[in-house]
């Protein structure tokens, strides 16, 4: 994520939203506190990633988000 990042802000939602349904445990990374992910992402934030692949960068489409992480906890990444 970054301060200030509407798109960061609905991920953040998002991702709040399907923790509440416990569908997983997140973690919020401000890509501008850590240089080595400032340069990776630049300007392509937010990206979401699920036990370390990435899932979805930009926007997050909440049904998709899901399914994907419905997968994951099933160990079919």
């Known amino acids: 994520t970054r301060k200030n990042c509407g798109l960061c802000d609905d991920v953040y939602i998002a991702a709040e939203m399907a923790q509440s ?27 979401l990633l699920i036990n370390g692949v990435e899932c979805m960068r930009h926007f997050v489409e909440y049904p998709k988000l899901v399914a994907a992480l419905k997968q994951a906890g099933e160990g079919n990444e």
Do not use: I, T, W
């Not at 890509?31 to 992910?37: K, N, P, T």
């Open 21 to 47: 349904h416990g569908l997983c445990r997140f973690q919020a990374v401000d890509v501008d506190a850590d240089s080595g992910l400032a340069e990776k992402y630049g300007n392509d934030v937010p990206v």
